[in-house]
């Protein structure tokens, strides 16, 4: 296997080769016993490295699950079985080159290959994995990981890409997604309820392909995303992937409710810019009683020249080799005058992959726990270097990092038994402890993340760097599983 010249194949990055299940971890400190359900992360984990150019986002996805229960945890690892991974364990070897090179020609089913690496969520009983380029859903089993097929779709879903950061809302049981792609009208949402039947879909027509990552959700609307980061169009006609950035396109920002017709979507423009990750949104009505839809998340920090132009051709190097740098940011959608109202909340404190307790995803929080970005110590090798917690309220920070050597991911809020408020709970996320070369999962209290873990539970087999990471409470897991 070709390893040695792609730095996200090696260290901490390397991929695993074993699904493994452990108990009777050893513990530094104690294990709350009152954190009891179930966090589980996804990333990039290659079974078969392609020939050509290697990219972080093109591993197959991988599964690895944290059970807490009553002070005891297990961990346990498995790899989404997508259609692509079956084929290619079938032929020995990799059949799809990576997003660096051009696509399949002969397989207009999946020019590139579907990994389902991206994202993470409980539904339906189900996990649900999702891959941030968009298609089939896949669905695994909470307790074992193991794949046990598609997410059931209506045939209206089926020909259409799912991307990555579809959303549900634990309050109704929801799915809420949308999916983009290269054909007109380039863009779908819909939902899904709760009971896994299609209840809405609606097309969304934007300009061209774009490259939306995320979307968000209110307690009555859906947010989607039209940002002016997207392919090179003379480029992608010849088959060829390259990012541009337009500085001179606004970004816009559709708001429909969540049952809303074509008629009624809102369109809101704002500065350009790009964003993967929102971290909320809300209603709320202002001093003149106008509704406001408020959404916060984490947009690039845009390179400027001296004379504070956008210089675009830096902030495409920046997307394109992943060189993370980021701002805390706020937009506010007035559904009485059309206007946009943005502003920064931070930028000083580097940070992305935002969470907030799923419980109040839709209502204004305060708090969000968004994961501290280190500069890029080698090209392409992003460096998640801790944690954050952001009182919005007070307009504080906190912020804890165990030191040069360790490296965390995406540390989903997890409350605990009988939470009462806000940030009553825990924050659960695996650490790559450089120091001592292992992996381990540290819990924080959500209330107080700047004196560093409650608790580390240390793994016998290393963890690789991933993307996105769920928290399913136990009585989430009880209520739909048994
Ligand atoms: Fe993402």
Redesign the pocket.
């Known amino acids: 296997m070709r390893t040695n010249d792609v730095p996200v194949l090696q260290g901490g990055y390397a991929p695993v080769y074993e699904e493994n299940v452990f108990d009777d971890l050893k513990v530094i400190g104690e294990i709350p016993s009152d954190l009891n359900g179930m966090y589980v992360r996804n990333g990039p984990n290659p079974r078969f490295v392609e020939e050509g150019r290697y990219h972080w986002f093109d591993g197959d996805g991988m599964l690895h699950s944290v059970l807490f229960e009553g002070g005891k945890v297990q961990y346990r690892n498995r790899w989404v079985m997508t259609d692509s991974l079956k084929e290619e364990l079938g032929a020995g070897r990799s059949l799809w080159r990576g997003i660096k090179e051009p696509p399949r020609r002969d397989r207009p089913d999946m020019p590139i290959k579907n990994t389902s690496n991206?994202?993470v969520k409980f539904h339906n009983g189900k996990l649900v994995t999702m891959w941030?380029l968009g298609g089939d859903l896949y669905e695994s089993d909470p307790y074992s990981l193991e794949t046990t097929g598609k997410k059931p779709i209506d045939s209206r879903i089926a020909p259409l890409p799912v991307s990555?950061?579809s959303r549900v809302d634990e309050r109704t049981n929801e799915f809420l997604f949308f999916a983009y792609g290269k054909e007109a009208p380039y863009m779908h949402y819909g939902v899904i309820g709760a009971d896994g039947s299609l209840k809405h879909l609606i097309p969304v027509a934007l300009p061209g392909p774009r490259l939306p990552?995320?979307m968000a959700i209110t307690e009555h609307y859906t947010i989607l995303h039209d940002f002016p980061l997207f392919h090179d169009q003379d480029a992608l006609a010849a088959g060829r992937h390259k990012l541009k950035f337009h500085s001179e396109l606004p970004s816009r920002f559709a708001v429909a409710p969540r049952y809303g017709s074509v008629d009624q979507i809102r369109w809101f423009e704002a500065k350009p810019t790009y964003m993967?990750?929102v971290s909320n949104a809300w209603e709320e009505v202002n001093a003149r009683g106008e509704t406001e839809i408020v959404m916060t998340g984490t947009p690039f920090r845009l390179s400027r020249d001296r004379d504070g132009n956008i210089e675009a051709d830096k902030v495409t190097r920046q997307a394109t080799n992943l060189e993370h740098d980021f701002i805390f940011y706020e937009w506010r959608f007035n559904l009485a005058t059309g206007q946009t109202y943005e502003r920064v909340i931070d930028d000083i404190v580097n940070t992305e992959f935002p969470i907030v307790n799923s419980w109040m995803q839709g209502y204004k929080t305060r708090y969000s726990w968004n994961v501290l970005m280190g500069r890029n110590r080698v090209p392409e090798q992003p460096r998640f270097c801790g944690l954050t917690r952001f009182d919005l309220q007070t307009g504080t920070v906190q912020a804890y990092n165990g030191g040069v050597d360790f490296w965390y991911s995406e540390a989903p809020f997890a409350p605990r038994d009988n939470w009462k408020h806000e940030d009553d709970g825990y924050l659960v996320g695996f650490v790559w402890n450089g120091t001592e070369q292992r992996s381990e999962v540290h819990v924080f209290d959500a209330s107080n993340v700047g004196q560093g873990p409650v608790c580390r539970i240390l793994l016998p087999k290393r963890v690789p760097h991933g993307?996105?990471a769920t928290w399913v409470s136990k009585p989430r897991l009880l209520a739909e599983l048994g």
């Open positions: 991206t994202d941030y990555a950061h990552h995320d993967y990750h993307f996105h």
